[in-house]
């Protein structure tokens, strides 16, 4: 990748017409586009790449945007095909398969599993080679902002890792920083989600048991009495295994997050037979995955997406997919507010009705995905009235375009409800008790 140090710039070259906060899946993504278009744009990042991040299972609907990218053939030198999602459940005593062929849209049957650290560092070389400049090691510490309608720059504050500082002026903002949320702390306007909340322990395994053939690739949800756990094989033999569990029972750790997870595997047969004879290929790491929403994703001259607006429960795989729809699509937006600060708050709310919509269709799941009426339907699937192709369809990212599936996602729900009153009280029971341990507040010990 075309590193630059920005130690070596010069004050001249300290201005750019986006300034893009984070070079991870939705910054670089941000940053190609834009370039491509003939922006002159500055990625920043605090952190060097490659660097370990989890989050290794991408969906169909990611496919379009990385062929858009141009990054197809180092895709498929990186990753391993995922042709569909598994669910296991023991009490149902059988495992379903999900094919992502059978989704309404048949243009994109397959996914790829990646190991994260290759993956971010091939879209961040090809942000560069699109012509973006692209430093690492800055940290951005304060926004002073301008007016776009006016042509007064927004001026951004760098720290350096020698100490030093700089300051960059820039038309627009773009905040791609993750979980950092950088723009949402300095407005305060970041808010837990009250209606769900989770955290997670993980590892990777080699000579972990895989499906055979050309199911190898495909993840493997599993549940089990705190959550469910992932199973997502790598291409160099790494197997990806984590746990995703209410908070309160992350916070009863009492050992080392290595036996930890050792005895939360023991809590799933299905996991634990696939990991005999597996051996940890680094650290295990516990991690706080409470989810959260900003108030807003735009306003005067700035935008945020991917994690740094919202981040929700991984259970879809969807969280590299948002970041680079919300990056794909903001650029769009950005590219246009540039050309014409009028459109600004009309092309704003189109973008914000849009990303809100599609993460609302998956986060309304992912808030009920361990409820047992919720188990129950996807362990008995039916395509009545081609709900489980729209399932599938979910699973595989389509839920931000109109079409339908959205009609059928919303007759799953009348589904669910109906099974509901059906299995009273045991099911008001177990919302209930999730209701409960949302209540637990931070991180795991």
Not at 293 to 299: D, F, L, W
Not at 384 to 396: D, H, I
Request: proline share 5%; glycine share 8%; with cysteine.
């Amino acid at each position: 990748m075309p590193r630059l140090d920005i130690r070596e710039s010069t004050a001249e070259q300290h201005r750019c017409e986006v300034f893009v906060i984070g070079c991870g899946p939705a910054g670089s993504t941000m940053g190609a586009l834009l370039s491509e278009r003939g922006h002159d744009v500055a990625v920043v990042d605090k952190e060097r790449h490659p660097r370990f991040h989890i989050g290794e299972s991408l969906l169909p609907l990611n496919m379009p945007i990385l062929e858009r990218l141009g990054v197809w053939d180092d895709l498929v030198r990186i990753g391993i095909r995922k042709d569909a999602a598994e669910f296991e459940s023991r009490a149902a005593g059988k495992t379903v398969e999900f094919r992502f062929e059978s989704a309404f849209d048949k243009r994109w049957p397959h996914a790829f599993q990646v190991r994260r650290s290759e993956f971010d560092h091939m879209l961040l070389s090809n942000c560069a080679a699109k012509g973006a400049r692209v430093y690492e090691g800055a940290r951005v510490t304060s926004v002073d902002f301008g007016d776009l309608a006016k042509r007064v720059d927004t001026v951004v504050h760098v720290q350096l890792e020698d100490g030093s500082r700089q300051e960059w002026r820039t038309r627009f903002l773009v905040d791609a920083s993750g979980r950092d949320t950088f723009l949402a702390d300095r407005f305060a306007i970041k808010r837990r989600n009250r209606k769900h909340a989770s955290a997670a322990i993980f590892g990777h395994f080699k000579n972990a048991r895989r499906n055979p053939g050309s199911a190898e690739g495909n993840i493997t949800i599993v549940w089990f009495e705190h959550g469910w756990f992932w199973f997502i094989p790598l291409k160099d033999g790494t197997t990806s295994v984590g746990a995703v569990c209410w908070p309160a029972y992350l916070k009863s750790r009492k050992t080392d997050p290595t036996t930890f997870l050792m005895q939360t595997i023991a809590m799933a047969p299905e996991i634990a037979d696939r990991l005999k004879g597996a051996e940890l290929t680094a650290p295990v790491t516990a991690t706080g995955n409470y989810s959260y929403t900003a108030e807003r994703m735009t306003g005067p001259g700035y935008l945020m997406v991917g994690d740094a607006w919202a981040f929700i429960d991984p259970v879809f795989s969807s969280g590299v997919y948002l970041a680079m729809n919300s990056a794909t699509l903001g650029a769009d937006v950005v590219h246009a507010v540039l050309a014409d600060p009028a459109r600004a708050p009309q092309l704003y709310r189109q973008f914000e009705r849009t990303i809100r919509r599609g993460v609302g269709t998956f986060s309304w799941i992912i808030y009920r995905m361990t409820h047992p009426v919720v188990r129950k339907l996807f362990m008995a699937p039916r395509n009545f009235l081609g709900v489980q192709s729209a399932m599938v369809s979910l699973l595989a990212g389509d839920v931000f375009r109109s079409g339908p599936v959205r009609p059928r996602l919303y007759l799953f729900r009348a589904i669910y409800y109906v099974n509901f009153i059906a299995q009273w009280p045991s099911a008001y029971r177990a919302w209930r008790k999730r209701r409960q341990d949302i209540r637990v507040t931070g991180e795991p010990a």
